[in-house]
């Protein structure tokens, strides 16, 4: 059977090449779904910074701050 032998190189290179492109659209998949996750993350963190410069920008909440000094304690008699 020479027509057998003949085709069975043909159906090798099909094969293989289908497995190729098989290959190729799952990684594509894969790349996508990990730009999407990429993204979310991005966001999130986009989103995080906005909150942290929208309470800088409100200003402290602390109260009224006295003259007195935390590091030096003042002395009574001078």
Do not use: F, Y
């Not at 290179?13 to 993204?39: F, I, M, N, P, W």
């Amino acid at each position: 059977m020479p027509s057998v032998k003949r085709h069975t190189p043909r159906l090798a290179v099909l094969a293989v090449g289908a497995s190729l492109l098989g290959g190729a659209a799952s990684g594509c998949s894969t790349t996508q779904e990990k730009a999407e996750r990429q993204q979310a993350r991005a966001k999130h963190i986009l989103d995080a910074r906005a909150a942290r410069q929208k309470r800088h920008a409100d200003g402290p909440k602390s109260r009224v701050r006295d003259d007195k000094s935390a590091h030096r304690p003042q002395e009574d008699g001078q």
